[in-house]
């Protein structure tokens, strides 16, 4: 379990919603998509990783790391 890894005062976790899909174009996604995308950010602002879809608990955790 990777929530066990990683102290939750350690991380700053956001969700927004891109329901006219005006982030997700700025971030390279195709206009119109309606996948399900997961982006993680490091305090920078500098893209670490990114899904469409669900990642998996140890690609999480690897993100985060």
Known sequence: DWSSDVCSSDLD???????????SSQLGEAEGATDFCVFVFGRD?????????????????????
Do not use: H, N, Y
């Not at 976790?13 to 982030?23: L, N």
């Open 13 to 23: 976790i956001f969700v927004a919603t891109d329901f006219d899909g005006s982030m």
């Open 45 to 65: 602002g500098e893209l670490i990783a990114q899904w469409r879809g669900v990642p998996g608990a140890e690609q999480l955790a690897a993100a985060v790391k």
